[in-house]
């Protein structure tokens, strides 16, 4: 069974650096076509693509977004963490992180964690 | 960036009908395109990946077509668990683009 699940802070002060952790089990981050992924959501919104970090340890960042993201992964601990910059109002948001898969050349969000709600505010 | 535009917005549809939610890509994705499910409070649920093979799991009343810039996901019979509000992804570049999404409602 795969599972995975966010944790971080709930509450982040304007200026701040948010730091969030996916926690896997199920999946292993070693394997040839897997990546994790981070997605968020602000209340009502669509869906945004953050950040990816892959198998052979590439990384991407949403180009809107990259100055202010890093995503790294530790294998031994099952781990994938988000730290993101100069957080604003604008960043509250319910934090996903995904499973990436490639299956017959093409690439899909397959696992989904429940998600964490970021709130920015002073 | 490829940008992905759903049509509807949202619609109002009766348990039974058969509803069609379409998703234009800015450029071509080939057949790079899933389609997810969210429902109030909950993470996505893939529904569709490359555009028309189905997820394990998933109902066969969901179905997908389409390939290069036009898509579409099609419920066939909709059910009253299937009220929520539907996503298209490309894949086809580096960022994976979501669709504003298309909310299904009673």
């Known amino acids: 069974q795969i599972t995975l699940k966010e944790s971080g802070p709930t509450l982040v002060k304007p200026t701040q650096t948010l730091t969030l952790t996916c926690t896997f089990s199920?999946?292993?981050?070693?394997?040839?076509?897997?990546?994790v992924g981070w997605i968020r959501q602000p209340p009502g919104k669509a869906l945004e693509w953050l950040a990816l970090?892959?198998?052979?340890?590439?990384?991407r960042y949403n180009p809107s977004l990259w100055s202010r993201l890093s995503i790294t992964k530790d294998t031994s601990r099952n781990q994938v963490v988000l730290t993101m910059t100069n957080m604003g109002p604008v960043d509250t948001a319910t934090y996903y992180c995904?499973?990436?898969?490639?299956?017959?050349?093409?690439?899909?969000?397959?696992?989904w964690g429940q998600g964490t709600l970021v709130t920015v505010s002073s | 960036d490829i940008q992905m535009t759903q049509s509807p917005s949202s619609l109002s549809a009766s348990v039974g009908d058969r509803v069609t939610i379409t998703c234009r890509a800015s450029?071509?994705?080939?057949?790079?395109l899933n389609w997810y499910q969210q429902k109030a409070g909950k993470a996505p649920n893939l529904l569709i990946y490359?555009?028309?093979s189905l997820q394990s799991g998933v109902p066969p009343r969901f179905s997908g077509s389409g390939s290069g810039t036009d898509f579409t996901l099609t419920i066939s019979s909709l059910q009253p668990e299937d009220f929520a509000i539907y996503y298209c992804?490309?894949?086809?570049?580096?960022?994976?683009?979501f669709g504003q999404g298309t909310k299904v409602e009673i």
């Open positions: 199920g999946l292993s981050l070693n394997r040839n076509g897997v990546g």
């Open positions: 995904a499973r990436y898969l490639r299956y017959s050349g093409n690439w899909y969000f397959d696992r």
């Open positions: 490359a555009a028309s």
């Open positions: 992804q490309q894949s086809y570049t580096t960022p994976p683009t």
């Open positions: 450029q071509s994705v080939n057949d790079r």
């Open positions: 970090i892959y198998w052979d340890d590439d990384k």
